[in-house]
């Protein structure tokens, strides 16, 4: 709402948070009246009289019609008794139950609306600028709107598909709203009323807030349900980050299941290999929180393929760099660098695609489609641990890491010039108000708002998210990582494209599944905390008890169940913990994302090098799976007690 009014607090309700301004029926009779004409003051009727008088055509016209009277008569009354039909038929108009359909009006050739009876879509090009207010945060826009509707005589606007329901569904239980838009001395109050698939809009009467005076404004507009674009370009952005995080993680993956061959053929030990899968993570925990900050600052979409370009080529150069010397040991250094490089650039991608999330999707719409973007994850696994298997095992390890960079090359191409290039024409306005401009620059400042991080460490809830994160990373990336090698060393015989696949795929569908259940239970009424706890609980516990299981399983069979139950419970963090930042800090969620991601690296270098340590000094693998599991339950614990929903900044 533009503005505040003091209004009964009757005529308020809530729902999620929304405070809507309605009017209940002990003042539907009086509102009605204003709506019909029916209620004028005498002042108003004067005023009224003399605005009609002081036309320039008025006069023509009266004389016009004193003429015809005199000289046809017939005519004349003719006349007027068929204007006072047309009045008449209007009048029993207004009065027909509002829940009745408007007749079906016909469709022409040129008629580019979606129904009978509709209006042609419009989309945000077509009311405003969208480059003055699609970085912005609700706060400003709200400025924003004050400030420009202080000197309009007309609102224009376009609502989500979610809000237009919501909308609906209110309007069932009170068929009229009223709200109040800022005037230079007061407030003009609009009512509202739904007919149909409808909203008619009147302006009602204003209110002076230095003479406590009103009058009648009779106006009316309308508008009806969007076409979807809105949902069309999200869906679309969805799909490109669904693959992007597919080809990201298959190029963070390709060296762990490359790692036993490389090992081989290099001679490394198990804490060799440790470093080099763990060095990755050095690197990745260095960028969190600056690629959170330029998610935030220029946009999460900008700095996606310039990182992309540069984590696709260290990928694909890798087998060159493998060679570059003879010695083993300057080798290792080598391939280790190249794995910090590559976490470096890969550390920009979920800050930013974070901050994209959270400026184009509802919070209801967001826990799904977070999830799904987040599945994509486990699909590049899945299909390096499929095709990349097929490719070690014919062509050698060398041809996995050229398949998976011309991949992540052909993403960051794709998305470039076929999504962000698009949607950057769309939004080029085609002639620029120097008015709106200044508008703008007056309301709000260039400067960006800087994240309030001493309220966020004091807050408990940011903690508990940062636990959480790391104890969850801690378990899959050592499964990421070591799962490999646990079957080839536990059970030579099995097939690398059997278990390389199988808890990938049931893991990726377990992350669509819980941010589906995490939506559906939103709207049931559950609130954002318990559907964040619950949806950890599943995270956590549930790989807590499947690691403690696997460590006394002894057969091939077993072994696979319990590894693809500990890593598809992992699925469920994506709607718990991972959309978390969106919660506390909308505003702030890039940044917010790049510190809590910065924490969950930690564990990919220090838990993988310590898994490689301990298999190394104990040559068991039940030790490293016990071990994980009580980081779990301890995580659990601590974002149980202290996690919240709700924002704090």
Known sequence: MPAAVRMPSKWFSKENGNTMLTCTSTCGLRWSQILHGRTYSSEQKESNEYAIESN????????????????DPEKYEAKVKELAAKEKEMKEQMKKDLSTPPEPKPRTDDDDSSEPGSWPPKSLDDIMRMDLVMERSAEEIGKIWTEFHVTKDCVFGVVKELEYNTLMERAKQFPMFVYPLPRKDGYEIYSLTVQWKRCL???????????????????CSTFSRAQGKESTERKQWASWLFIGCAVLYA???????????????????????????????????MTQFLGGYLADRIGGDVVLPIAACFWSMITFWTPQLAYLSTDKYLTLHILVVSRVLLGVCQGFHYPSFSSVISRKVSEHERSLT?????????????????????????????????FVGTCSVAWMLGIRYCLIDKHRRKYIPSSISLADNQLTEKVIPKEKKSVPWLTLFVKPAFWSLLVGHFCENNAFYILLSWLPTFFHENFPDAKGWVFNVVPWIVTMFSSIFSGWLADIMLQKGYSVTFV???????????????????????TYGSALILMALAVACCGFHNSGILVNPQDIAPNHAGSVFGIMNMAGAIPGFVGVYMAGHILEATKSWGAVFNQTAGVCMFGWLIFTVFGTGKAIV
């Not at 320039?56 to 000289?71: I, T």
Request: proline fraction near 2%; hydrophobic fraction near 40%; charged fraction near 15%.
């Open 56 to 71: 320039p055509y008025f006069q023509k016209y009266k004389k016009k019609l004193d003429e015809l009277k005199v000289l």
């Open 201 to 219: 809009f009147y302006s009602s009467w204003s209110l002076s807030a230095t003479k406590g005076e009103f009058s009648l404004l009779p106006y």
């Open 251 to 285: 190029c963070r993956t390709v060296t762990p299941l490359c790692v036993a061959a490389m090992a081989k053929e290099m001679e490394w030990d198990k804490t060799q290999s440790g470093s080099v899968l763990s060095s990755f993570f050095w690197g990745y925990t």
């Open 370 to 402: 977070y999830s799904f973007v987040c599945a994509g994850s486990h699909l590049g696994t899945l299909l390096c641990g499929s095709m990349g298997s097929i490719l070690l095992e014919k062509y050698g390890w060398q041809s996995v890491f050229y």
């Open 532 to 554: 964040r706890k619950f949806m950890e609980t599943i995270a956590l516990c549930g790989t807590a008890t499947a690691l403690v299981m696997l460590s006394y399983t002894n």
